[in-house]
């Protein structure tokens, strides 16, 4: 009975020490599994992480289409054709300008609102971008959330330019003639709600004339009717209209801007002309659709940016009095929705709509 009860303890304590041991041995398996997954989690998580980075790295790995909401010879056109071409060097991939003109350039920037948040589709506006809201009823997307900004690229005002047959050859003569005549003028814009449209309104309001509007599908046409003499004038980009102008074909009255141009600096303003306080300038930028990666939109707006500021480039656009920015994509934002605000109240005030 002493040799059993001898024996029973000395089992219990053999399996006591055996279940410790197999405690001991599973907590440390526990612990090396943990270790293991964790560092599996982390090799995992770099593992994708270099994917991500290798991606944003590659791009661009096939061409970009720059949309342009207007058509072919318009200021937007004549800043895009330079910068385009200098990316495709330094990108070695083609830059393909999609030209989709009309109703104010929201045709466009409809498209790009669908396309694909990857970069590889992108739109250059106006400032018509930041009209439209006030301009249209209502717009298939919005003005700010659809879209992440790259890169506010030129500045330029506009200038007012008379068909040879108009009976004016200054600012105030052609003041004058409008009040003496009213409905007689036609101005022409690049489309409804355009800049162009809009700064002739807001002439007519401050300077208390009547003048009919006559919109086309861009400033291209637009200029096209101003040499035919089939309108009488317009308030248009200096880019497009300089060329008439040195040439005698157009009648420069007056740039619209808060200084005169140094490509035309016999040519006084607006403000000077008899309407003080009158102002106002174009900008010209590039969207991506909203969701496009952070990594993708800095390096769009490297891209173009570089491309703009390149000596060869730059010397081309200022030649016809664009004014080269390139801004970070935070400040086209705040761009965008200060001038929501500013040409909502100048739309408010002048009355123009397009239903």
């Given at each position: 009975?002493?040799?059993?009860?001898?024996?029973?303890?000395?089992?219990?304590?053999?399996?006591?020490?055996?279940?410790?041991?197999?405690?001991?041995?599973?907590?440390?398996?526990?612990?090396?599994?943990?270790?293991?997954?964790?560092?599996?989690?982390?090799?995992?998580?770099?593992?994708?992480?270099?994917?991500?980075?290798?991606?944003?790295?590659?791009?661009?790995?096939?061409?970009?289409?720059?949309?342009?909401?207007?058509?072919?010879?318009?200021?937007?056109?004549?800043?895009?054709?330079?910068?385009?071409?200098?990316?495709?060097?330094?990108?070695?991939?083609?830059?393909?300008?999609?030209?989709?003109?009309?109703?104010?350039?929201?045709?466009?920037?409809?498209?790009?609102?669908?396309?694909?948040?990857?970069?590889?589709?992108v739109l250059m506006v106006l400032a018509a971008h930041a009209i439209n809201p006030s301009m249209y009823k209502s717009l298939p997307y919005d003005t700010e959330k659809d879209f992440a900004p790259v890169s506010v690229l030129a500045t330029l005002p506009m200038l007012v330019t008379a068909a040879k047959q108009t009976p004016a050859n200054t600012t105030q003569e052609l003041i004058d003639y409008a009040r003496a005549n009213p409905d007689k003028l036609t101005f022409a814009s690049a489309g409804n709600g355009n800049t162009s449209h809009l700064a002739a309104e807001l002439f007519k309001s401050a300077t208390n004339t009547k003048m009919i509007h006559v919109p086309y599908k861009g400033s291209g046409p637009a200029v096209v009717a101003m040499l035919s003499g089939e309108v009488s004038l317009m308030f248009d980009s200096i880019s497009t209209s300089l060329p008439h102008v040195k040439a005698g074909k157009l009648k420069g009255l007056a740039v619209t801007g808060t200084k005169r141009s140094a490509v035309l600096p016999?040519?006084?303003?607006?403000?000077?002309?008899?309407?003080?306080?009158?102002?106002?300038?174009?900008?010209?930028?590039?969207?991506?659709?909203?969701?496009?990666?952070?990594?993708?939109?800095?390096?769009?707006?490297?891209?173009?940016?570089?491309?703009?500021?390149?000596?060869?480039?730059?010397?081309?656009?200022?030649?016809?009095?664009?004014?080269?920015?390139?801004?970070?994509?935070?400040?086209?934002?705040?761009?965008?929705?200060?001038?929501?605000?500013?040409?909502?109240?100048?739309?408010?005030?002048?009355?123009?709509?397009?239903?």
């Amino acid at each position: 009975m002493i040799k059993h009860t001898a024996a029973k303890h000395h089992w219990q304590a053999s399996l006591a020490w055996h279940q410790e041991q197999y405690k001991i041995q599973g907590d440390i398996m526990k612990t090396t599994f943990n270790q293991l997954r964790h560092r599996m989690l982390r090799a995992g998580v770099l593992a994708f992480g270099l994917v991500l980075s290798a991606g944003a790295q590659a791009f661009p790995d096939k061409p970009i289409t720059l949309l342009i909401p207007y058509p072919p010879g318009g200021s937007a056109d004549m800043l895009a054709r330079p910068i385009a071409a200098q990316m495709q060097k330094t990108m070695k991939q083609p830059v393909v300008l999609e030209y989709r003109p009309g109703a104010g350039g929201t045709i466009a920037t409809a498209q790009l609102a669908r396309s694909k948040p990857d970069g590889y589709t992108v739109l250059m506006v106006l400032a018509a971008h930041a009209i439209n809201p006030s301009m249209y009823k209502s717009l298939p997307y919005d003005t700010e959330k659809d879209f992440a900004p790259v890169s506010v690229l030129a500045t330029l005002p506009m200038l007012v330019t008379a068909a040879k047959q108009t009976p004016a050859n200054t600012t105030q003569e052609l003041i004058d003639y409008a009040r003496a005549n009213p409905d007689k003028l036609t101005f022409a814009s690049a489309g409804n709600g355009n800049t162009s449209h809009l700064a002739a309104e807001l002439f007519k309001s401050a300077t208390n004339t009547k003048m009919i509007h006559v919109p086309y599908k861009g400033s291209g046409p637009a200029v096209v009717a101003m040499l035919s003499g089939e309108v009488s004038l317009m308030f248009d980009s200096i880019s497009t209209s300089l060329p008439h102008v040195k040439a005698g074909k157009l009648k420069g009255l007056a740039v619209t801007g808060t200084k005169r141009s140094a490509v035309l600096p016999d040519v006084p303003t607006v403000a000077e002309s008899g309407v003080p306080g009158f102002s106002v300038n174009g900008w010209y930028g590039i969207l991506a659709p909203a969701g496009t990666p952070q990594e993708v939109v800095t390096q769009l707006n490297k891209a173009f940016n570089d491309a703009a500021q390149t000596p060869a480039v730059k010397q081309q656009l200022t030649q016809y009095g664009y004014e080269i920015e390139g801004s970070t994509p935070q400040h086209f934002a705040d761009l965008i929705t200060t001038e929501i605000k500013k040409w909502k109240t100048a739309v408010d005030q002048s009355g123009a709509r397009v239903e």
